[in-house]
């Protein structure tokens, strides 16, 4: 999958209902994300489509994957350069497999801001919350 797009925060069990096949690709969600900062178009599926006021705003971006990715390392890892700076904290919730490939690659561009958290293969609403609500306590 190469498509990110915004869910409607009013409608968070369509998160869950998303299906998706192999090969995925995170480099167009960071670019949506860095889209939304810069007050530029993007995709979505929200009624609200607000620009993201990182300079006066604290920005969390949580990133769950079972951590195969598809895209050029290269690439990504520039995104993720001009990305990073803007966030207050990143969280990176893997689930279901043992590559840490990417986890490596977001720590290397900024290990202070990363927290990364492994939760078997459980992925509900329920355990994600738990996890942030441990995670921001």
Avoid at 30 to 53: A, W
């Amino acid at each position: 999958t190469d498509e990110a797009f915004e869910v409607d925060p009013r409608k968070k069990e369509d998160f869950y209902k998303l299906v998706a096949g192999g090969g995925t690709s995170f480099e167009p969600a960071y670019k949506l994300v860095m889209d939304m900062m810069e007050g530029k178009p993007y995709n979505s599926m929200s009624p609200y489509r607000e620009k993201i006021d990182y300079e006066s705003e604290d920005v969390f971006l949580l990133h769950i994957t079972d951590g195969e990715n598809a895209d050029n390392n290269g690439s990504l890892y520039s995104t993720l350069k001009k990305l990073f700076p803007r966030l207050t904290r990143a969280f990176y919730l893997q689930v279901g497999s043992n590559s840490d490939g990417f986890y490596k690659m977001i720590k290397a561009v900024d290990n202070e801001k990363v927290s990364e958290v492994k939760s078997g293969n459980d992925v509900s609403y329920k355990n994600v919350k738990k996890v942030l609500d441990a995670l921001l306590n």
